[in-house]
């Protein structure tokens, strides 16, 4: 399977920061990667897909890039309601897998 | 309105039975594949098993092959997880979500429900 690792674990930040998540494959991963926000008791969010897409209705402070394995999200100024988990995932093979998460914590 | 609604979990004992069911709304249901995933307390995201539209190809995560069976009834907009052989590694809020075919996202997600594997 491929595995995918995120960094950091964990993130303080303030509302206004910009904020960015970086997420590995171990393998190449062509334009296959997902971005999800994830808070307590919720459904998981999917905010970009094919690396660079922008899910309907999310808004434009998101942001993903990269290629390859190496994949980042951005947040240009984060806002309250952005506080959450973020999951990259890779759908590249028929076994898909997330990374373990990014915690966003008000600082 | 697009919905995915879980049902089915609970607390069963270690090496019982359990099937969950997701029932899909707002969309065309067997033009699409749709899995299941997991969280277990405290941890990550989890692909458990994803099912094509048509019902003619299944995909298994390690961890579960052998004891997990997914299906789906088309004409219910209706997707099923039956679980066998539980074990306490399998306690989890599991998802069902919309997608998961090689390159597919997975761009709708249920509320999840609870499975609770313990004596």
Known sequence: ????????????????????????????????????????????????YDVFSLESGVPSRFSGSGSGT?????????????????????????????GQGTKVEIK | EVQLLESGGGLVQPRGSLRLSCAASGFIFPNY????????????????????????????????????????DNSKNTLYLQMNSLRAEDTAVYYCAKGGQLGEAFDIWGQGTMVTVSS
């Open chain 2, 33 to 72: 594949a749709m899995s299941w995933v997991r969280q277990a307390p405290g941890k990550g995201l989890e692909w458990v098993s994803t099912l094509s539209g048509s019902g003619g190809s299944t995909y298994y995560a390690d961890s579960v092959k052998g004891r997990f069976t997914i299906s789906r």
């Open chain 1, 1 to 48: 399977d491929i595995q995918m690792t995120q960094s950091p674990s964990t993130l303080s930040a303030s509302v206004g920061d910009r904020v960015t998540i970086t997420c590995r494959a171990s393998q190449s991963i062509s334009g296959w990667l997902a971005w999800y926000q994830h808070k307590p008791g919720k459904a998981p969010k999917v905010l970009i």
């Open chain 1, 70 to 98: 190496e994949f980042t999200l951005t947040i240009s100024s984060l806002q309250p309601d952005d506080f959450a988990t973020y999951y990259c995932q890779q759908y590249n093979t028929y076994s898909p897998t997330f």
